[in-house]
């Protein structure tokens, strides 16, 4: 049973970096394109310090609400059974035998039923392609996210100079 749980923490870690690079990402492009938008609106509409202050109090929840996402996913605590079942839930061919036999081989209660639906064994689970669990359309679409917006804000400079700098910076920080 030790070697399944560990299997499973190890399974579980493995979704909880996945999840945690989807929200970094997401979140490092939501961050940029925002702040791209300022500096244009900074360009365009030279709008007064209280507005800038604005835009940078934005820009600063968005880091935040980043940094909460991320910590969130990463302090998860995920149990041998919900990992089974997050398992289960992509691979349909388990039906329903690893949750049964983690749960059943936890009961003390001496059931015969249950002592017999252990003695059959773990269920096959190793072979099981565990890199079909990762979403990679979001994560696709994320990187294809931040790489738009890295070229909406390294792009604009080579045709501004340091103006787009300058407005990227004044959007950053109100108090220049």
């Given at each position: 049973m030790a070697s399944l749980d560990n299997d499973l923490q190890q399974i579980g870690h493995k979704l909880k970096w996945w999840r945690a690079q989807l929200a970094l990402v997401s979140g490092l492009a939501?961050?940029?394109?925002?702040a791209c938008l300022f500096a244009l609106f900074d360009i365009f509409c030279q709008y007064g310090r209280m507005t800038r202050f604005v835009c940078a109090t934005i820009l600063l929840s968005l880091v935040i609400a980043t940094g909460y996402l991320l910590r969130r996913v990463m302090s998860r605590k995920i149990t041998p059974e919900g990992i089974a079942a997050t398992l289960e839930r992509a691979f349909p061919q388990l039906d329903n035998h690893l949750i049964n036999y983690i749960?059943?081989?936890r009961d003390t209660s001496g059931?015969?039923?249950?002592k017999a639906y252990v003695g059959k064994g773990k269920p096959s689970y190793r072979e099981l392609e565990f890199q079909q669990m990762k979403n990679r359309?979001?994560?696709?679409?994320?990187y294809a996210a931040l790489a738009s917006v890295l070229l909406l804000v390294l792009g604009p400079a080579l045709f501004m100079g340091r103006s787009?700098?300058?407005?990227?910076?004044r959007s950053v920080n109100p108090f220049t």
């Open positions: 939501a961050v940029l394109g925002a749960q059943f081989s059931n015969p039923f249950k359309k979001a994560h696709l679409i994320s787009w700098g300058t407005a990227l910076w």
